[in-house]
């Protein structure tokens, strides 16, 4: 007994003095900069910087390779926090979310076939491009929800995509797994948006969907400097987004919409209330 | 006498339901109000339109040119006026360019075809021949005959193997073919054993046309054809299931027939390809099984390359009722159309149309973990454990795997008792393993 005690006792005892050593002869430098970074940094490992995790922004931040407002999802506030730390003088990049540009859901736009396959819209998208009669419509399979790291994306019971404005912090995960690119990044300031993505014919679009944009070019001439139309398929002008409003009652399919007043049909996120993340921008 | 009849490993054994249309002759399509050829026919690059809006045409001109190698040419399937060179609806299930051509009911040949006495022509003016008369494999791929043609000179090509299996449920295209024109697919043969230089030549049929087995044998009498009667199971017509069956190797993992010096072409080829080198014919026509339990009257009919559905289903006396499913090609590999609108292509072996009531609309449930999916799959893969990895998107550990060697039959989903699908999740991990493959080329 005392035996096995003592020769366990120096076996910890040796082992501790070479790990103590150990730990003081290889030690590992870390600036404690980074560290300062990593901690104000959100931790959520998205990506949207280009790095693989939030460690490797931090490191290229120190070592000075990067600039400050590489990180969307942190937004103004991280950038005044980063250059506190680092001591430089750094601006925040204009604040954006995400925009599924689609308001077709299951019940107002023509599906081509039943479809019951894999819930992945990559899959889908691969049998006969896709189970909706539009070239550009959500899916609704849900794919750009479960890539969302910052669970800001609602998958209505109608089947359509929609990006809450509070949550989404901007980090594009779901515009790369998209597989009709029916998402994009617009200004977090503008609360206007034209929710279509098909450059079909107006006729042909009448076809397949209730409220998608026909190319009538209505709103252009209700508000010339906030719209254009290209290839049958109008979009607003951010940089004139205060003024887009009003083009909005003049729209034939109702598919401009002012996400201050409302959220696509079927949703249940609420318009955006909070002041300050609109007065932000 | 009990016969054991050559097979493969694997494979499952789905209603035949060939009698709707086994016994009809061949009858041929009147010509359609208007032809859409598409440019994209074959596997491999599409062709180009070299004709225009308002431009006459003669049959058989050329309206598309190849593009490299792997390409083939289209040609005019009657002659008529060019009113429309755009993107039409396809059978594979998008937009694709086409010529439309509206005929001017004189069918006229165009004069720059020429036949030719095979005895005049080496082997590589034949495959030239081929070549230029854009003839495809017949069996449903539609991959460029010529290129299949051409081995690499050190694959030495030994056994020549002719599928006139045709182990898709309900298509009977191929077996009227050998009935009613067994001397045109026996010169092809013959002209393809020449190419090749093969030694032996065997012709693969399955064991449920036995007056198509009869007929071949007594053709094939006093020439080194054999004729072998195969064991009816799905996929049997496949390649390389064919190949194990008939000569006990199997094609390597990843490899090509080629590699074991063994070449295979469908009967319905090498009828086209005497057409090609014998008599200078393009591919304009087909043999084509409109069938079903929705079709009034099911037949087999020689259709000319770029027929609408409609005028199909109208031929064979109107639709019973709406269908549920239409398939273009065979109701296990062919491809599901949402419309009539879209034309036979080269690769169109038959047209289905099911009722509502047929097609198996259930839910997914979970894997029970029992196997049948594995028993059935004629590659020897596990098909439950790829489409797991490929769905999570763990595509080393799928191409690990062997997922790339999956052949897409759907046995797996034909047996899977949970209607998991299988073979979606395997095709899907299989193009993340080739964009994979590719970005690290890159």
Same mark, same amino acid.
């Given at each position: 007994m005392l035996a096995a005690i003592l020769s366990l006792g120096c076996i910890g005892l040796v082992a501790a003095i070479a790990?103590?050593?150990?730990?003081?002869?290889?030690?590992?430098?870390?600036?404690?900069?980074?560290?300062?970074?990593?901690?104000v940094l959100p931790g959520a490992n998205c990506g949207a910087c280009g790095f693989p995790g939030c460690a490797g922004y931090a490191k290229a931040l120190v070592a000075g390779k990067i600039d400050l407002n590489q990180c969307p999802p942190g937004g103004a506030e991280l950038v005044t926090q980063l250059a506190n730390i680092l001591g430089v003088e750094a601006s925040a990049a204009a604040p954006e979310v995400a925009v599924v540009l689609c308001q077709g859901d299951n019940h107002r736009a023509q599906l081509k076939y039943r479809y019951l396959g894999l819930e992945d819209c990559t899959a889908a998208q691969k049998i006969a491009d896709g189970p909706k009669s539009c070239p550009g419509g959500c899916l609704g399979?849900?794919?750009?929800?479960?890539?969302?790291?910052?669970?800001?994306?609602?998958?209505?019971?109608?089947?359509?995509?929609?990006?809450?404005?509070?949550?989404?912090?901007?980090?594009?995960?779901?515009i790369s797994v998209c597989p009709r690119q029916t998402i994009r990044m617009t200004p977090l300031e503008s609360t206007v948006h034209v929710l279509c993505n098909s450059h079909d014919k107006g006729a042909l679009v009448r076809k397949y969907c209730q409220i998608g944009c026909i190319g009538c070019h209505i709103c252009q001439k209700t508000v010339p400097q906030a719209y254009r139309v290209e290839n049958f398929l109008a979009e607003v002008v951010y940089e004139e987004h205060l003024v887009a409003m009003e083009a909005i009652d003049k729209c034939p399919t109702k598919c401009i919409r002012d996400f201050a007043t409302g959220y696509p049909d079927g949703s249940s996120l609420l318009p955006s209330t909070d002041p300050e993340k609109s007065d932000a921008a | 006498m009990a016969i054991k009849l050559k097979t493969f490993c694997g494979g499952i054994h789905p209603p035949g339901n060939k009698q709707w249309s086994a016994h009809k002759p061949i009858e041929d399509c009147p010509l359609p109000e208007e032809f859409i050829v598409p440019l994209a026919q074959h596997i491999g690059a599409p062709s180009t339109a070299c004709v225009e809006p308002g431009q006459l045409v003669a049959k058989g001109q050329t309206i598309g040119a190849p593009k490299g190698f792997v390409s083939v040419p289209v040609h005019a399937p009657t002659s008529g006026e060019v009113v429309a060179v755009e993107p039409r609806p396809h059978p594979w299930g998008t937009s694709l360019p086409a010529v439309v051509i509206r005929p001017d009911g004189e069918d006229r040949w165009a004069e720059e075809l020429e036949a030719a006495d095979p005895n005049d022509l080496y082997p590589e003016d034949m495959v030239e021949r081929v070549r230029l008369a854009g003839v495809v494999g017949m069996g449903g791929a539609a991959f460029p005959a010529h290129v299949k043609m051409s081995p690499p000179p050190e694959k030495k090509i030994h056994t020549l193997i002719f599928n006139g299996v045709e182990c898709e449920p309900y298509l009977t295209a191929d077996h009227r073919l050998m009935?009613?024109?067994?001397?045109?697919?026996?010169?092809?043969?013959?002209? *393809?054993?020449?190419?090749? $230089?093969?030694?032996?030549?065997?012709?693969?049929?399955? =064991?449920?046309?036995? !007056? +198509? @087995?009869?007929?071949?044998?007594?053709?094939?009498?006093?020439?080194?054809?054999?004729?072998?009667?195969?064991e009816v199971k799905y996929p049997q017509g496949a390649e390389k299931q064919l190949i194990a069956a008939v000569t006990g190797t199997e094609v390597p993992s990843g490899? *090509?027939?080629?590699?074991? $010096?063994?070449?295979?072409?469908?009967?319905?080829?090498? =009828?086209?390809?005497? !057409? +090609? @080198?014998?008599?200078?014919?393009?591919?304009?026509?087909?043999?084509?099984?409109?069938?079903?339990?929705?079709?009034?009257?099911?037949?087999n009919l020689r259709i000319r390359i770029g027929t609408p559905l409609s005028h199909l289903v109208a031929v064979c006396g109107g639709l019973l009722e709406e269908p549920g499913k239409i398939i273009l090609g065979g109701p296990m590999m062919g491809f599901t159309q949402t419309s009539f609108d879209v034309p036979a292509v080269r690769g169109s072996s038959g047209l289905l149309l099911l009722r509502e009531e047929e097609v198996v609309c259930q839910a997914e449930?979970?894997?029970?973990?029992?196997?049948?999916?594995?028993?059935?799959?004629?590659m020897h893969l596990l098909p439950t454990t790829i489409a797991a990895y490929a769905r999570r998107n763990l595509v080393a550990e799928a191409a690990e795997y062997r997922a790339m060697d999956c052949i897409e039959c759907g046995c797996c989903s034909y047996n899977c008792p949970a209607t998991i699908p299988l073979v979606q999740a395997i095709r899907y991990g299989k193009a993340a393993i080739i964009a994979k493959k590719r970005a690290l080329t890159l």
């Open positions: 790990l103590g050593f150990a730990a003081k002869k290889f030690a590992v430098e870390v600036d404690p900069r980074e560290l300062a970074v990593l901690e399979l849900g794919s750009c929800q479960r890539a969302c790291p910052f669970n800001a994306i609602e998958i209505t019971p109608e089947g359509l995509a929609v990006i809450s404005r509070e949550k989404c912090t901007g980090c594009r995960k779901c | 009935l009613e024109e067994p001397e045109r697919i026996l010169q092809g043969i013959a002209l *393809l054993r020449f190419i090749y $230089g093969a030694e032996r030549v065997v012709i693969g049929i399955e =064991a449920n046309k036995p !007056d +198509a @087995i009869a007929l071949l044998q007594a053709e094939c009498k006093d020439t080194p054809v054999e004729v072998i009667a195969l490899g *090509l027939p080629m590699d074991i $010096g063994v070449a295979v072409q469908n009967v319905s080829t090498a =009828a086209a390809v005497t !057409d +090609a @080198i014998i008599y200078g014919r393009p591919l304009i026509e087909r043999i084509c099984t409109v069938t079903g339990s929705a079709v009034r009257e099911p037949k449930g979970p894997c029970i973990r029992c196997a049948r999916c594995v028993q059935g799959c004629p």
